[in-house]
């Protein structure tokens, strides 16, 4: 096969060696379900119960804090529904950002037209919020704030401890989705103060299907899915161990390799941005600042497609994309740059490159000899 530049890591993550090394013994060696008395199924559990202190010790919360999910849309949809329905009697309105993930923002839709009200704050041409912002918004009605740590089109990342403080002044609970952030940067839920965090593993090199919600004690949401009662009644469903033991196992190696990771991306990522800026009428999107280490995102002057670079990009075996993986293939403007202030055909042209630590500065290189090239042709295509 043809060796691929893969910078797509936004998306989802190549499963690391160790996470790999850690699952496979239990698909057909330890295959026991946790629920069950003998020895096998007790291996399960001890593997299940493990791998939630690992979860629970990198982003600094107790073990009976962190609940096993299918990934970061459920872990959303959880918390969120949750705590509606727990706090449905002191009111109804919920306050989040017009530039979630549709994970939030669906979410969100569904329970306006259950009566819900809800108010969307708009960032401003970086992407950010501000507490005081949030402050002006704050209802006595007001039972959810659900703000994202960073966002996973343009990269901005969010003050969540200062508008999770502005959220507790009020006495309101506060949600984070930071399925873009966890093992990106440096991340600790009693230092934020977040009641509750959506994370999902295939973000950081972990398998696809597995996430987690921390909860902050003694708050939990209830019961999501019912059934056999597994993790204490509140998540049912025969627990996906190898998937579980493989998260574990990759945020063990993200966050032990953390500033090691974010040094050798941030050079990388500073070298492609500041070689793509020379490109004439290309804008890097996004907080230029406080941004993750490994997104960088671009427009181009005169191409109201991206989907155009990619698929050029692509031809020559690198794998990016236009705007978030779940607006890749959709006609629709990036709802994200809509809101950050960026006109119509902006939001079509949004090209994302994000890294992780496995990109070398070679890939990078040849990035930055093509691209160039690329938007050079295609914007004399439209002449
Ligand atoms: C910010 C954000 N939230 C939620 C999700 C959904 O996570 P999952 O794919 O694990 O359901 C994603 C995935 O792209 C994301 O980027």
């Not at 839709?109 to 704050?138: H, S, V």
């Not at 401890?161 to 959220?167: E, F, N, Q, T, V």
């Not at 953390?258 to 070689?275: F, P």
Request: charged fraction near 20%; include cysteine; aromatic fraction near 6%.
């Amino acid at each position: 096969m043809e060796k691929i530049i893969y910078v797509d890591n936004s998306a989802t993550t190549a499963v690391s060696e160790k996470a790999l090394t850690a699952m496979l013994p239990y698909f057909r060696e330890n295959y026991g379900n946790p629920s069950s008395i003998h020895s096998h199924g007790q291996a399960a559990q001890r593997a299940l119960e493990n791998s939630r202190r690992a979860v629970a010790s990198a982003i600094g919360a107790y073990n009976n804090e962190i609940f096993f999910t299918s990934g970061g849309t459920e872990s959303d949809n959880w918390a969120i529904r949750g705590v509606c329905e727990l706090k449905r009697d002191k009111g109804s309105h919920i306050i989040s950002t017009a530039i979630e993930h549709n994970a939030v923002l669906k979410t969100l839709n569904g329970l306006q037209n259950r009566g819900f009200e809800i108010t969307l704050l708009e960032p401003d041409k970086y992407g950010q919020i501000t507490a005081e912002q949030l402050k002006q918004a704050i209802r006595d009605d007001t039972i959810l704030i659900s703000i994202m740590t960073a966002n996973n089109v343009v990269g901005t990342i969010l003050p969540i401890k200062d508008l999770c403080a502005a959220a507790h002044e009020k006495g309101v609970i506060f949600h984070t989705d930071a399925v873009q952030a966890v093992s990106h940067i440096p991340l600790n839920v009693r230092a934020l103060g977040v009641d509750l965090l959506s994370m999902s593993a295939h973000k950081f090199h972990g398998p696809k299907g597995v996430g987690a919600l921390f909860s902050k004690l003694p708050l939990t949401p209830p019961p999501y899915l019912t059934g056999g009662g597994q993790e204490k009644g509140y998540r049912s469903g025969t627990e996906n161990i190898s998937g579980i033991v493989g998260m574990a196992a990759a945020i063990k190696e993200g966050t032990e390799n953390l500033s090691e990771n974010i040094a050798k991306i941030t050079s990388n990522r500073n070298k492609l941005i500041e070689n793509v800026l020379k490109i004439p009428g290309a804008y890097l999107t996004g907080d230029p600042t406080n941004r993750l280490p490994g997104l960088a995102s671009f427009v181009f002057e005169g191409i109201e497609q991206a989907a155009f670079i990619v698929n050029k990009l692509n031809e020559y075996g690198i794998c990016a994309s236009s705007g978030s993986a779940c607006s890749a293939s959709s006609k629709e403007a990036s709802h994200v740059l809509t809101a950050m202030g960026y006109d119509e055909s902006a939001s079509h042209g949004i090209l994302r490159i994000s890294l992780s630590e496995y990109n070398t500065e070679e890939e990078i290189d040849a990035i930055i000899s093509r691209l160039p090239l690329i938007v050079a042709e295609i914007r004399s295509k439209k002449k």
